[in-house]
């Protein structure tokens, strides 16, 4: 359930008239909801209630500061994957302790920051990074506490761009070898075991997976234990999908997810961790588009809109679909069309949706895009000089731009052209 309802024909966020933010900021822009950014935050806290556990947002989802000191106060911690973005959770108010450090490709630099201004734990995920991990922290005389990302081999049955724990995937350790990395581990000065991390992948719609990892956890942890380590900790990484298309086929929810972590490891006494990115932000954010033309091919009408591949590039790279919805309500048998929705990108790729039925719209309609909040605007580009999109956030009946569209003359700017020209 999201807050973007019609109320008397106009599409809302929450108590905001969305035409109104477009008259204010100007298409394309995007728009988040902070009462559904809250409750599918405490969707996953109270699915884990009665348990030791932190939600750690995914903010490589959606990492606007605004979105982030929304989540961080009501208490969610933060997964990170660089030092842009611990910088940024660090600037939203979020502390270090609460922050924990993923990514196979940590350089000794972000390994520096995250340990000088404060890291709850390190998910490390390869040997070569364990070394360095131990010669960082022994050089600035800290203990690093760590996880171990191990690959538990299990197929996600998802987008094969979004799966990530299958072997052949580059991301964590062999199950089968996490043995001998925590007995290395155990060796190195300057690290400290705390846990076990895993994470198989984005957009999962079946919990078949997830339990079926889970379960290769548990074990690990009891011979883990045996082996004499302190694993006190599970990160059990994101992934829970979300609906793109509104039909019956509604994908498992979090109080089914964190019934599937009570049964699978709740007897392990351990704390738990949760990495939920998109289930979060997804539904919490519209992309808000004109329609620049409608243009009659061959065969077909193409709807021309002013946003594009780089403002939301998930359809060209994930085959994604967005449910498009008019701002302003069709009446009831309203005359309905089928479009190719496309943007002004010079790329057959930008294209939103083929073939797709709708209302019929007209030059300078607006349409909304659903489901855009997660893995939109941080995905989005300046390619073909077109300015990043504004993303606002509203509350109640109050909204603010988080982040404003660039001027053209603070974009071309930013290059530097050299003495010799
Ligand atoms: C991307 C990612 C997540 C978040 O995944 P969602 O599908 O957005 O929930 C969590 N943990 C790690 C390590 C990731 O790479």
């Not at 070569?128 to 922290?137: I, T």
């Not at 946003?307 to 498009?324: E, G, K, S, T, V």
């Not at 939109?376 to 982040?403: C, H, W």
């Amino acid at each position: 359930m999201d807050h973007f309802l019609y109320r008397d024909g106009a599409l809302f966020a929450e108590d905001v008239p969305m035409s109104e933010i477009a008259a204010a900021v100007g298409t394309p822009f995007y728009v988040y909801s902070t009462a559904t950014l809250l409750r599918h935050y405490h969707l996953f806290d109270d699915a884990l209630s009665g348990m030791d556990h932190l939600v750690c947002y995914a903010m490589k989802a959606a990492s606007n500061q605004a979105i982030l000191r929304t989540l961080g106060d009501a208490g969610a911690g933060m997964d990170v994957v660089s030092a842009g973005e611990y910088l940024r959770a660090r600037a939203a108010g979020v502390p270090g302790e609460r922050i924990v450090f993923s990514g196979v490709g940590k350089t000794a630099a972000e390994i520096r920051l995250a340990l000088e201004g404060g890291i709850r734990q390190f998910n490390v995920e390869s040997e070569p990074e364990l070394e360095l991990l131990s010669a960082v922290a022994h050089s600035l005389g800290k203990t690093a506490p760590i996880t171990v990302r191990v690959n538990p081999d299990v197929d996600a049955k998802t987008h094969a761009k979004i799966a990530t724990g299958k072997s052949e995937n580059k991301f964590g350790i062999p199950i089968a070898r996490a043995r001998q990395v925590y007995a290395m581990a155990a060796r190195l000065p300057g690290i400290e075991v705390v846990g076990i991390d895993v994470h198989i992948g984005s957009q999962l719609t079946d919990l078949a997976p997830f339990e079926l990892a889970y379960t290769k956890v548990a074990d690990l942890t009891a011979i883990l234990r045996a082996d004499g380590h302190d694993i006190r900790r599970l990160d059990l990484g994101g992934g829970l999908g979300i609906p793109y298309v509104r039909d019956n086929s509604a994908p498992p929810l979090p109080s089914d997810y964190g019934a599937l972590i009570r049964r699978t490891v709740g007897h392990l006494g351990c704390e738990i961790e949760i990495e939920p990115g998109r289930l979060i932000a997804g539904n919490a954010g519209m992309m808000v588009s004109s329609v620049i033309y409608l243009k009659s091919g061959e065969g077909r009408d193409f709807l021309i809109l002013d946003a594009a591949m780089n403002d939301l590039i998930r359809p060209a790279m994930y085959d994604a679909h967005h449910d498009i919805v008019p701002l302003i309500e069709p009446p009831a048998g309203a005359v309905q069309a089928t479009y190719d929705i496309v943007g002004p990108v010079c790329e057959s790729g930008d294209t939103f949706a083929r073939q797709r039925p709708m209302p019929a719209l007209a030059a300078g309609d607006l349409v909304a895009f659903r489901s855009a909040g997660a893995y939109g605007a941080v995905m989005s580009s300046e390619y073909n000089t077109r300015p990043l999109i504004p993303e606002v956030l509203v509350k109640g009946d109050q909204f603010a731009v988080i982040r404003p569209r660039p001027t053209f003359d603070e974009m071309i700017n930013r290059d530097t052209i050299p003495e010799w020209l």
